[in-house]
């Protein structure tokens, strides 16, 4: 392999005991450029055999949390503990077996020389290999794809894919929150904070075994991504999110009072509708309050982004 950086390959998972064996196994242990390979799993709370097959297969770290805390807890873990590691790239690829871990020396190459900072694995770039899904799970991708492209300004193909890799300075730039994902969030951040993001077309197997446990419940899935979308859009984006808030009220009570206003110059009187001149002044006074709300909320974004770089420069001095 001769000199070269070193990867941390990390793999969450959650009783993949069928399949995360041969998860490990296909993974290249020698990759042009790289020096050094090791793999972490994080066993997130599995009952049945996934860790001691995991240590079997040859993963170098097996972690384990006691209970089930959810896939955003466990890649954070995982991005943390190959930091600890001084992985120069590290790559997050799903225990079940849908990607191909032969790929790993194709997708981390923009990453090892230097032209990118994430790679995002795409199920969507080449439409000759678009996996089986169901219309409303391609409709949920869809929807989160135009609301991170949006916010982004970002042309990405799939913001779901859980095959990735990170250069170090991206991973050490990681702050998520959610639980129970991560995918969207952290584009998210990174390109808010100038990161190069790009894709690569990756091949997807029929999943074998089971179901996705991340997006078994599609409405209860979308509703939790939505959720953690929407806390990423008031931290990064607090004018965008506050703002519109305010807008929409502040135009709907002015919109009522206007057309109100109409109605008195018409016929002279309110009446029956004086309870909607009063809500159309609450509107405007709350639309007001979400404006000068999403002013102050972005000084205090200001501070965030302080934090952020203490938080860096932390984790870069103790290589953490």
């Known amino acids: 392999m001769g000199n070269g950086k070193k990867l941390v390959v990390v793999i969450p998972a959650f009783d993949e005991e069928r399949t995360i064996g041969e998860v490990i196994k296909g993974i290249p242990r020698r ?22 097959i995991a240590k079997d297969a040859g993963a170098d770290i097996v972690l384990s949390h ?36 032969k790929e790993i020396p194709h ?6 020389d230097g032209k990118s900072d994430l790679v995002l694995g795409s199920r969507f770039l080449d439409k000759k290999s678009y996996p089986e899904m169901s219309f409303i799970k391609r409709f949920g991708n869809s929807i989160f794809r135009y ?27 990681i702050n998520s929150f959610g639980r129970h994902t991560y995918t969207q969030e952290v584009i998210i951040t990174l390109a808010k904070k100038g990161f190069r993001i790009t894709e690569f077309p990756c091949m997807v197997n029929k999943r074998g075994y089971g179901k996705s446990k991340i997006a078994d419940n599609v409405l209860l899935y979308g509703l939790k991504a939505m959720i953690i979308l929407m806390q990423t859009v008031r931290d990064y984006s607090p004018i965008l999110f506050f703002g519109s808030i305010g807008m929409v009220f502040l135009l709907l009570g002015l919109f009522v009072d ?63």
């Open 147 to 173: 609301i991170v492209n949006r916010l982004t300004n970002q042309d990405l193909s799939d913001t779901q894919c859980g095959f990735r890799v990170y250069s170090r300075e991206a991973a050490l730039n």
């Open 31 to 52: 990759i042009d450029g790289i020096s050094d390979i090791q793999i972490v799993v994080i066993d997130d709370g599995s009952s049945d055999n996934t860790k001691k």
């Open 107 to 112: 997708i981390i190459k923009d990453v090892r």
């Open 66 to 101: 006691s209970t089930n805390i959810g896939l955003g807890r466990s890649f954070l873990d995982g991005i943390k503990q190959a930091l600890s590691m001084d992985a120069d790239l590290i790559v997050t690829i799903d225990a079940d077996g849908q990607f191909e871990p």
């Open 258 to 320: 206007f057309v109100l206003f109409v109605r008195w110059l018409l016929v002279g009187v309110i009446s029956p509708y004086r309870l909607m001149v009063t809500l159309a002044s609450l509107s405007i006074v709350l639309g007001v309050g979400f404006i000068i709300l999403s002013f102050v909320v972005d000084m205090l974004d200001r501070h965030r982004r302080i934090t952020e770089e203490i938080l860096y420069e932390m984790r870069k001095s103790k290589k953490t």
